[in-house]
């Protein structure tokens, strides 16, 4: 019975890959989407979450920064209708049930990796990219969230696959960069490319390095065509961009010009690097794909970055573009991680019949596995998430004391408002004035046995009612970089009357 099993596995790993790759990847983004109904970022509650609930709930237009595009809104009010259709209000319901759209949505990322290994690796290393693509253990924080990561992770997958469609070909085994221009891929490549940068402004560098790399790497006779033609996939991109902001009453471009401008007077020109040096990027990138097993496959994956010299000069662009922003977040990595994946497996074939790389590989596949299901499992900003949807089910009146983000879709957008302090004082005197006998108050972290003492002085006692934390990776997050994750820590109701 286990050897018949086993042989299934083994059949379906080697004769269907990609079917496997999907249904594994379904498995596992349908299980997030139902553990995770939190924002990935604060920016992702901000600009998509909240006003697609509003625009969903109250039909409201979304009103986001002039930097930011309105479709995201609009889609993931889309993907919220089928369950607010049939009677479901719960924001944490509706929320879920977007994150399980953009993760099936997110699975054409992994199709576009199984092409990708077909055109420039042997079968062997194509099928375990394709497995890798469909069960990375990280891969659910982004694919089952509304941040934008997610979208440019596919679209910039997309655009390496046309690359490597217009400047490879196969002779007999041997496969390596052959830069013969093949009239269409170049359109494609320039279209997902600006895609990519349509979600993420400061992917454009890279654009603009392909092209540079496209006027010395295309054989004369065929430059000036393969220019023309990733010029027009940019050019599509370009078009739908400022068709939709003139329909939002916008100047065609204007959302861009605004995000450089913002980046250049709060990042470029401060250069207030902090908690976020110039090399932290690089740091990131030499802990892929496993910490503990990086350091093996740094030879392997250099290798395999100077035989794919297209992908390779995307990344440079974005690590030199990226590192010379002060204001840093570790995933805005996450992009550029197709093309580790193709340095990754093209360098582990290069060394497949070395025993150390096999070893490499089997420890890769295990770890990776463990770190499936507390990932998938993960609840993003559990404390606020949960804080606010417990306060929103607790009769007035009510307090809100030092909560940043307010996150009204949680809450409850046709509740009523509660009283909003921003210090203790003001707490004490909202209370006082209003002369409540009871009250909660919703806040962020706890208050001190000093602050207590002071709220007895004033005629207040307060006792904790409830606590809420952040999962175990979100405090592994804080402890890592605690300036950026530092709203992500405890929230807590307190019950408290009048003494």
């Not at 693509?133 to 992770?153: E, K, V």
């Not at 900003?381 to 940043?404: F, T």
Request: net charge positive; charged share 15%; hydrophobic share 50%.
């Amino acid at each position: 019975m286990l050897s018949r099993i086993a042989n299934t596995i083994k059949s379906l790993y080697e004769n269907h890959t990609l079917a496997l790759a999907l249904g594994l990847a379904f498995i596992i983004r349908s299980v997030a989407a139902y553990s995770n109904y939190g924002p990935f970022a604060v920016d992702d509650y901000l600009n998509v979450i909240e006003p697609a609930l509003r625009y969903l709930m109250l039909g409201e237009k979304p009103e986001i920064p002039a930097l930011r595009f309105e479709i995201l809104p609009y889609a993931f009010a889309w993907f919220m209708k089928p369950l607010y259709l049939i009677g479901v209000k719960r924001a944490d319901y509706l929320v879920s049930c977007a994150y399980f759209i953009m993760g099936i949505i997110s699975l054409l990322q992994i199709v576009a990796m199984h092409r990708i290994g077909s055109l420039v690796l042997k079968p062997a290393a194509q099928r375990m990219m394709t497995l890798f693509a469909a069960t990375w253990a990280i891969a659910p924080l982004f694919t089952n969230s509304a941040d934008i990561a997610g979208p440019s992770y596919i679209c910039l997958t997309f655009a390496v696959l046309y690359l490597l469609r217009a400047t490879h070909r196969t002779a007999g085994e041997f496969r390596d960069e052959d830069l013969s221009f093949l009239r269409a891929p170049l359109v494609w490549c320039g279209f997902f490319l600006s895609f990519a940068i349509f979600f993420r402004f400061s992917l454009a560098p890279l654009y603009f390095a392909l092209g540079g790399y496209l006027v010395f790497a295309l054989p004369k006779g065929g430059r000036l065509r393969g220019l023309l033609q990733f010029g027009i996939g940019g050019a599509m991109t370009a078009v739908l961009m400022s068709l939709l902001e003139l329909l939002n009453g916008k100047m065609p471009f204007s959302t861009a010009l605004e995000f450089v401008k913002y980046n250049f007077d709060a990042h470029i020109a401060t250069q207030s690097y902090g908690s976020m040096p110039w090399h932290m990027y690089l740091g990131i990138i030499l802990l892929f794909p496993i910490p503990v097993l990086a350091f093996v496959f740094w030879w392997p994956m250099l290798k395999a970055a100077r035989r794919f010299m297209g992908p390779t000069v995307l990344f440079l662009a974005f690590l030199v573009s990226h590192s010379a922003i002060a204001f840093k977040l570790e995933r805005y990595v996450i992009p550029v991680v197709p093309i580790m994946m193709l340095w990754l497996f093209a360098g582990i074939e290069a060394y497949a019949d070395r025993r150390f790389m096999r070893i490499a590989v089997i420890l890769l596949f295990t770890l990776n596995t463990l770190f499936i299901a507390p990932v998938a499992l993960t609840m993003l900003q559990r404390a606020g998430v949960d804080g606010a949807i417990y306060a929103g089910s607790l009769k007035p009146p009510q307090i809100v004391y030092g909560i940043d983000p307010w996150r009204w879709g949680y809450y409850g957008l046709k509740r009523p408002s509660p009283e909003f302090v921003p210090t203790l004082a003001e707490l004490e005197k909202s209370a006082l004035e209003k002369n409540w006998p009871r009250f909660s108050v919703y806040r962020f972290l706890y208050f001190t046995e000093a602050e207590k003492q002071r709220l007895k002085q004033k005629g207040i006692s307060c006792r904790l009612a409830k606590a809420f934390k952040p999962d175990f990776l979100e405090r592994i997050s804080i402890k890592l970089n605690p300036a950026m994750n530092f709203r992500r820590n405890d929230t807590t109701v307190y019950e408290c009357t009048r003494l």
